[in-house]
């Protein structure tokens, strides 16, 4: 497996103000995404994190939103920007490891996020 | 074609009783399917997994029994317990050629009662 962990673990912020969450894993990892998850929802992609490349982002997110960065194979950050009552979500970062045959993926415990 | 249709939304059983959740998908390219568990406040957990390969996995109380030609899929949690009272999750993806984006059901919510 691979332990994941987030900081902050939550966050309460004014709209307008930006928040960076960082991710930490304990082993190099091939691949780590960010997700965000709302209340009683389902898990919904944001972006893939490529190491020393810009992330690829999936439909309905952009760079200057959420910007994202990976400088290494253990660690990556999210930024939400410009914040509103809408960003106030739960955010995880989640990695793959590769294994013998199918890279399993884990999660973070998840940064909540309260925008005011 | 991408969705995973995840039933029921939530569930509540008896403590010692069988819980059963069930998943259905639409893309045969599809070759790996886990399933996550939730708690309140907590990053999903990998509970257990399966390839099309095997029809049913069992690891302690959690068994996945799986229908290829149906394309559906189901988590089984025997002698249920008070402690597994979560949200669950399955989920699907190809391998072939690399690393596939994962596509997430919408969650059942367990609740055991004792």
């Known amino acids: 497996s691979a332990v994941i962990s987030q900081k902050p673990s939550r966050d309460i912020c004014q709209r307008g103000t930006s928040l960076t969450i960082q991710c930490q894993v304990d082993s190099q990892v091939t691949m780590m995404f960010w997700y965000r998850q709302q209340p009683g929802q389902s898990l919904t992609l944001i972006a893939t994190?490529?190491?020393?490349?810009?992330?690829?982002?999936e439909s309905g997110f952009v760079i200057d939103k959420f910007p994202i960065s990976r400088p290494n194979l253990t660690f990556s950050t999210l930024t939400v920007s410009n914040m509103s009552p809408e960003d106030s979500s739960i955010y995880l970062c989640s990695v793959v490891k590769q294994g013998p045959e199918v890279g399993e993926q884990y999660f973070g415990p998840g940064t909540r996020l309260t925008v005011t | 074609q991408q969705q995973v249709k995840q039933s029921p939304q939530s569930l509540i059983v008896q403590k010692g009783g069988i819980s059963i959740i069930n998943c259905a998908y639409e893309?045969?390219?599809?070759?790996?399917f886990p399933w996550y568990q939730q708690f309140p406040g907590k990053g999903p957990a990998l509970l257990i997994a399966i390839r099309p390969d095997v029809s049913e996995k069992k690891e302690g109380r959690f068994t996945i029994s799986f229908n290829k030609s149906a394309k559906q899929f189901s988590l089984h949690i025997m002698d249920s317990q008070p402690g597994d009272s979560a949200t669950y999750f399955c989920?699907?993806?190809?391998?072939?050629?690399?690393?596939?984006?994962?596509?997430f059901g919408t969650g059942t919510k367990l609740q055991v009662i004792p």
């Open positions: 989920a699907a993806r190809k391998t072939p050629g690399g690393y596939q984006k994962v596509t």
């Open positions: 994190a490529n190491q020393g490349s810009e992330a690829t982002y």
């Open positions: 893309n045969t390219a599809f070759d790996y």
